[in-house]
């Protein structure tokens, strides 16, 4: 599977960004899908996954009510709508594919995209 993640950008805190991650090579809507970030300086870390139904969704607390994860099986394209961004959420984000491993989501994913850079500024 290979993974484009695309919408990132500079936004001020408190404004929205929704990132698309586009996936082709295999059936798409056989894998789970997640949304992974990076800030310089830190390890990455879990932000969302979706099941490959859609039906299943998990968050992290830092963005559990703000952001939202979706997919489109017919586009095989996956979906981070960010709100209420704040300075902290500045990252690279990442999307992956594969499995769900509750609470060691990176583990299950088998694939990932190159990232795509999220600037809040305050």
């Known amino acids: 599977v290979q993974l484009q993640a695309s919408g990132g950008g500079l936004v001020q805190a408190g404004g929205s960004l929704r990132l698309s991650c586009a996936a082709s090579?295999?059936?798409?809507?056989?894998?789970?899908m997640g949304w992974f970030r990076q800030a310089p300086g830190k390890e990455r870390e879990f932000v969302a996954t979706i099941s490959w139904s859609g039906g299943r969704k998990y968050y992290s607390d830092s963005v559990k009510g703000r952001f939202t994860i979706s997919r489109d099986n017919a586009k095989d394209t996956v979906y981070l709508q960010m709100n209420s961004l704040k300075p902290e959420d500045t990252a690279v984000y990442y999307c992956?594919?594969?499995?769900?491993?509750?609470?060691?989501?990176?583990?299950?994913?088998?694939?990932w995209g190159k990232g795509t850079q999220v600037t809040v500024s305050s």
């Open positions: 992956a594919a594969g499995g769900l491993v509750a609470g060691h989501w990176e583990n299950g994913m088998n694939y």
């Open positions: 090579g295999r059936t798409f809507s056989s894998y789970a």
